[in-house]
């Protein structure tokens, strides 16, 4: 099983990125995927996941209303959509998978992808 998150970058506040973490090694329908991010100094943290068909979502509340969660069936990708982005989002962001628990710890999740470094600028 490989997941490889990509899309990070360097952005000023307010402005947008597009997260994907493609999937490989796992049937995609059968997994909830999620995403958390880790800031220099601090633990790993929640930010979305999205259950098997993509019909549920879950935030975190410092994103709500800001990120967006989506999946694609066809190309086994998940998506993060951020909008409105603040410095306290910089982080580095991973994606990750699980079999049957829809949860927001880490230890909830069987899979993760390397990360991806996203940097927002006062």
């Known amino acids: 099983v490989q997941l490889q998150a990509f899309g990070g970058g360097l952005v000023q506040a307010g402005g947008s990125l597009r997260l994907s973490c493609t999937t490989s090694g796992l049937t995609f329908s059968n997994y909830i995927l999620g995403w958390f991010r880790q800031a220099p100094g601090k633990e790993r943290e929640f930010v979305a996941n999205?259950?098997?068909?993509?019909?549920?979502?879950y935030y975190a509340e410092s994103v709500k209303g800001r990120f967006t969660i989506t999946r694609d069936h066809a190309k086994n990708t998940v998506y993060l959509q951020m909008n409105s982005l603040k410095p306290e989002d910089t982080a580095v962001y991973y994606c990750a998978a699980t079999r049957s628990i829809s949860g927001t710890r880490p230890i909830d999740y069987d899979y993760w992808g390397q990360g991806t470094e996203v940097t927002v600028s006062s």
């Open positions: 999205i259950n098997y068909f993509g019909t549920n979502t």
